[in-house]
């Protein structure tokens, strides 16, 4: 870093309203810590308590700044005390003009964390998006085209995997710490396995079962429940089997691998209760071992499930694949089914594997929580 750049000040957020402006701004020193300060202009916050709000041409220009900036006694010398210093003003509310590259992410963060507290519906679209544009403009095109989308789109269908509840802090199958990572599937997930080593099928799933008791629903599984209740989309496939789409309340779903919390016998099919497959019992009509009713490697898909999914994809003008590496046959097939639009939000994407209208790369609680500012 040059003697230059050590004593500039730059703009770290800078926001606007009537008549004035508010700047954060922020000096890097030697050690690559930064300190803040902020430069307070005019204000008239007024106009703020109008929902229509929007910002005028005045607003929009760039505010010299008329108030003396703060001496170093009131620098702040941490990020999570920078933010601090516009706990005064109705700040996620105004208008967003420039936020530095390197904050964005903390920007971003702390406006979600203020949306979520006091500001909630507050805040029309007009400003989300300008903030998303600023804080996130990797995505921001996307999914603004999107939202645009899914508007338009009279028959909508969503395909989940493990990726949708990630969030949920259940691991999914095949990224770093997925299931699959550090279990050969073979032994605990095919119909040989529940029929030649049930001690260790059984213990797998009794993992499973109780470590889904630790979690529940993420803002991604609320999001799609709120979407279909506004009749954005009409139905979810979904590789999963945590229930989770259910617990958000989405009502239209089709279970591809069926559902964790379903018992049956693994001989006469009778079915069986959670409690009685943890226990390790045997069925109470037949003496036969019980299993809980996911689809194994070497089954079929439930055949309902599979034809309506399949139905719906094909009457759909917009098909939107979350959070699913598109492994597992024939699932990973659905979205090659439908004439309409298709995305795929994921966090990581492989352009070479997936032919999709549009890829947006990143978790999925937090694209669809950009799209729903959006809709
Ligand atoms: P995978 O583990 O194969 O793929 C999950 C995908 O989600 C990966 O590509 C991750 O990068 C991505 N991902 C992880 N977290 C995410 C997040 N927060 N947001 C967006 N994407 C995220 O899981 P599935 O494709 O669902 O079947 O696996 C399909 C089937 O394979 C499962 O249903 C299961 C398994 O074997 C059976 O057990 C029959």
Not at 220 to 243: F, R, S
Not at 259 to 280: P, Q, T, V, W, Y
Not at 344 to 358: P, R
Request: aromatic share 8%; glycine share 6%; hydrophobic share 35%.
């Amino acid at each position: 870093m040059n003697k230059a750049m050590e004593n500039d000040w730059q703009t770290i957020l800078s926001l606007g309203a009537e008549g004035g402006s508010i700047t954060l701004l922020g000096k890097e020193q030697h050690s690559g810590e930064w300190v803040f300060k902020k430069a307070v202009n005019e204000m008239n916050f007024d106009d703020l308590e109008d929902e229509s709000f929007q910002p005028t041409k005045s607003t929009e220009k760039v505010c010299t700044l008329k108030s003396p900036i703060s001496n170093r006694g009131n620098e702040a010398t941490s990020w999570e005390k920078a933010i601090k210093l516009l706990d005064h003003y109705p700040w996620p509310m105004l208008n967003p003009r420039e936020v530095h590259p390197a904050f964005r992410k903390r920007v971003w963060s702390a406006l979600q964390k203020e949306v979520k507290g006091k500001y909630g519906d507050r805040i029309n679209s007009y400003r989300l998006k300008k903030w998303s544009s600023l804080c996130l403009p990797e995505y921001s095109p996307k999914v603004d085209t999107l939202s645009k989308w899914l508007q338009n789109s009279t028959h909508t269908t969503i395909l989940t995997g493990a990726g949708m509840s990630t969030e949920s802090n259940i691991p999914d199958f095949r990224s770093k710490e997925g299931w699959w990572n550090n279990i050969d599937p073979r032994t605990v997930a095919t119909t040989d396995a529940l029929r030649d080593d049930y001690d260790l099928f059984h213990e797998f799933y009794s993992m499973r079962i109780n470590g889904l008791k630790q979690c529940k629903p993420n803002i991604g599984h609320d999001i799609l429940a709120d979407w279909e209740q506004k009749g954005l989309i009409q139905a979810i496939a979904t590789q999963n089997v945590d229930g989770f789409h259910t617990l958000a309340g989405s009502k239209n779903i089709y279970e591809l691998h069926g559902s964790i919390h379903k018992f049956r016998c693994g001989n006469c099919a009778m079915s069986a209760e959670e409690e009685d497959f943890l226990s390790e019992s045997n069925c109470k009509y037949c003496g036969g071992k019980l299993r809980p009713g996911v689809v194994l490697f070497g089954e079929m898909l439930p055949e309902e499930s599979w034809r309506d999914s399949l139905t719906h994809i094909q009457k759909s003008d917009l098909v939107i694949v979350i959070g699913t590496s598109l492994e597992v046959y024939p699932a990973s097939q659905l979205p090659k089914m439908t004439n309409g639009k298709t995305v795929y939000i994921n966090a990581e994407v492989d352009t070479t594997h997936h032919n999709f209208d549009l890829m947006i790369e990143g978790k999925a609680g937090e694209i669809l929580k950009l799209v729903d500012e959006l809709v």
